[in-house]
């Protein structure tokens, strides 16, 4: 039951981020747990405007390894992602 209700919400937040009433620097600074376990190639996908293509490249650029989780991105990750995305 508990991993089905931290899907679900991991599903409202990639659903707020495409409709834009989260911002990509809401989520990073967010203290939701959910947030943190989201995988940061899922959240970047969510953003308007980003595809699997441009979230991939992007993450690249920046040195963020595909299986990184929101938890495990360093200040300067943070910085240069809202740098490139925010």
């Known amino acids: 039951m508990k991993a089905g209700e931290a899907r679900a919400a991991r599903a409202d937040i990639k659903a707020r981020l495409k409709m834009g009433s989260m911002s ?13 376990k989201l995988k ?3 959240m970047l996908e969510s953003l308007p405007g980003v595809g699997k293509v441009k979230a991939r490249r992007v993450m690249e650029d920046i040195g963020i390894a595909d299986n990184r ?3 495990g991105l360093g200040a300067q990750q943070r910085a240069a992602l809202l740098d ?3």
């Open 69 to 71: 989780r929101v938890q």
């Open 24 to 36: 990509l620097s809401e989520a990073l600074d967010s203290d939701d747990r959910n947030v943190a």
């Open 40 to 42: 940061v190639v899922s």
């Open 84 to 86: 490139q995305l925010g």
